[in-house]
């Protein structure tokens, strides 16, 4: 194996011993000679193990002495339960929830832990704004003509060179452009299915996913999750005779951070090829990795062409340009038509500013910038939850992603926590917008997008002690 491939793999396998409790807070590590002799590797590529450990502030380094794991005191808090949704196709959406809480997008007065998104600096704008210009003088006419139904070539081109950081080995011509995430996962609702057929997601899940499904006339199955490892493949395996389409964020679901396993993926893709069921997979956060590598994806198992691969910028670049794409496999001309009859086609020039930032590699340098940046904000927002709210507070631990889901004492009520957090100018989602089941009242999403500062902090602890208030009233 190549070594700068390598030390990845002997990083992560050290990361995930001290996050598993394998290695603990003060154990001393293998020196750099040492990792040398046991994985023969050079001592460049030892160091750049201990380099990318420490990044992800797992590792430190004491003066004549070597390397130790840092102090990570939240690891004995305890996780959320694995979900359990009664097995019933359900269509009770909250609605005036859901309502509620998204009034407040864009509402700058409000520290809005609400979103799944990055805000400010985490994104590049003067960079993005220079593209733009760009693009402007490169595309004929400047971008105001109709571009093609499946999309700019130069986009679909750097997703096909990038599917191999995940996995992947689809071409340009497997994709197709769509106005974000969202967009391409109402093409493939529309594509595979009719009012009145059952789709299977995750619980909880995100809103927009089940209101959509509804919006067409499904029944919505919501399946056991666990907040590490994802859906229950048991649970999948009993429902497969009563669905018709799958939807699952397999890496770092929003809301509860979970990313499937490679085996549970295999497993998964296999089982729905076997009954024919086709899988849609939302792979909008897999880019927003805390390790040392990128997770698979579904389709990186699609031998048969039943996994629609959908994802988008939004949740790392540029959430306003609605830049997505779909890998439809053998559903393809089905997307095609549905683009064609919903979209007629996409706006090239936000897709020629997008395609050209990934092609000059400033996007793989923005990713691996802000995965360290969001990874220290999920540990200050982590350990400002710890210390600030109430005792027992059950928290995630996502290892990439945007989201963490806190489970308090089934007396706090969130919506009242709601409402007593939008008063102090803190919006919060409460856990009952991510199902369609009456579960979750005692939870809620909070976003790590937030870049970290005081006024941050002082909110975060004020929805501990709001939430505390409950606790005593």
């Not at 067409?216 to 490892?229: C, R, S």
């Amino acid at each position: 194996m190549e070594q700068s491939f390598l030390y990845l793999n002997i990083a992560d396998a050290i990361a995930n011993q001290i996050r598993t409790g394998v290695l603990r807070e003060g154990d001393k590590l293998p020196s750099v000679r040492m990792l040398c002799t046991e994985h023969q590797i050079s001592m460049n590529t030892a160091k750049r193990v201990y380099l990318e450990l420490e990044a992800l502030a797992l590792v430190e380094s004491k003066p004549q002495s070597g390397y130790f794991v840092s102090n990570l005191f939240y690891a004995e808090v305890p996780l959320p339960q694995v979900s359990n949704p009664i097995f019933l196709a359900n269509n009770k959406e909250p609605r005036e929830i859901i309502r509620k809480v998204y009034a407040n997008m864009g509402n700058r007065a409000l520290t809005l832990f609400s979103y799944s998104t990055l805000y400010d600096d985490f994104l590049p704008l003067a960079k993005m704004k220079k593209e733009i210009l760009t693009a402007s003088r490169t595309l004929v006419n400047g971008g105001i003509e109709y571009d093609s139904v499946q999309g700019n070539i130069n986009l679909r081109r750097m997703i096909a060179q990038r599917s191999i950081t995940w996995g992947g080995s689809i071409k340009e011509e497997d994709i197709i452009t769509t106005n974000g995430s969202m967009s391409a996962i109402s093409l493939c609702m529309l594509a595979l299915g009719k009012p009145g057929d059952t789709i299977a997601i995750e619980s909880p899940c995100y809103p927009g996913i089940f209101q959509l499904a509804i919006d067409l006339g499904f029944k919505v199955i919501e399946l056991p999750t666990d907040p590490a490892t994802g859906i229950k493949i048991e649970a999948l395996r009993d429902a497969v005779d009563h669905i018709d389409m799958c939807l699952l964020i397999s890496n770092y679901n929003t809301p509860l951070g979970s990313c499937m396993p490679d085996e549970n993926k295999k497993e998964i893709v296999e089982l729905l090829a076997k009954h024919n069921i086709p899988l849609i997979e939302d792979d909008v956060y897999g880019d927003l990795y805390f390790g040392t590598q990128r997770p698979k994806c579904c389709k990186a198992f699609d031998t048969t062409g039943n996994v629609l691969w959908c994802s988008s910028v939004s949740k790392t670049l540029a959430p306003g340009y609605r830049v997505g794409w779909v890998s439809a496999g053998k559903y393809k001309d089905k997307i095609m038509h549905q683009k064609l009859v919903h979209a007629i086609s996409t706006p090239p020039l936000m897709q020629e500013a997008v395609a050209s930032f990934m092609k000059s590699g400033n996007y793989d340098k923005h990713l691996r910038k802000i995965r360290k940046d969001i990874y220290s904000n999920y540990q200050k927002y982590l350990n400002t939850i710890i210390t600030s709210f109430p005792i027992g507070t059950k928290v995630n631990r996502p290892q990439g992603g945007l989201s963490l889901w806190i489970e308090f004492d089934e007396k706090i009520d969130a919506m009242d926590l709601y409402d007593l957090a939008i008063a102090e100018n803190i919006s919060i989602a409460p856990g009952r917008m991510f199902t369609v089941q009456e579960q979750f009242e005692n939870c809620i999403r909070l976003c790590i997008g937030l870049p970290w500062s005081e006024e941050v902090e002082e909110k975060l602890k004020r929805v501990g002690v709001l939430s505390k208030k409950l606790l005593n009233k």
